[in-house]
């Protein structure tokens, strides 16, 4: 690894999502957004829903996820974040994710079961999150 950049894992419940070197990587932090950079402090801590960017050698690029929530852990010039559930930003449709939304309500209206009711709920959140962080960014 080059000096001055941490090493980079984003790891969702299905793959890895990303894995590189890195100058800087921008989490949304439980308590606030924060900065991991090389020789950061140790941290282990939760994330909430909002942005990962990740920006590459010399900032000249720059990687945004939207993610759900997880943890991250940074230590040693390695930063190890695990989420519940990530999207590219440029890989976001609001109007396909407002398409779904709409077919999800029809489906909790028609819905007996209250934990596949609450499921539904959770993912038309989820998709509600989504759209609301591509329109403000």
């Known amino acids: 690894m080059s000096a001055g950049l ?12 990303y894995s590189g070197n890195s100058e800087m990587v921008v989490l949304p932090g439980e308590e606030g957004d924060f900065a991991a950079m090389f020789e ?4 282990i801590t939760y994330l909430r829903a909002g942005k990962i960017e990740v920006f590459e050698l010399d900032n000249s690029d720059k990687i945004v ?9 940074v230590e040693d010039n390695i930063c190890m974040i695990m989420v519940d559930y990530i999207k590219k930003f ?11 939304i709409s077919q999800l309500l029809n ?3 028609e819905e007996k079961d209250d934990s596949l009711k609450s499921s539904l709920l959770n993912s038309i959140d989820l998709l509600k999150s989504e759209n609301s962080f591509a329109l403000e960014h």
């Open 65 to 73: 996820y939207f993610v759900s929530g997880g943890f991250v852990k």
């Open 40 to 43: 950061h402090a140790p941290l």
């Open 107 to 109: 489906q909790v209206d």
């Open 6 to 17: 941490i090493k980079t894992k984003i790891i969702s419940p299905d793959q890895e999502i």
């Open 90 to 100: 440029s890989d976001i449709d609001v109007k396909s994710n407002e398409e779904k």
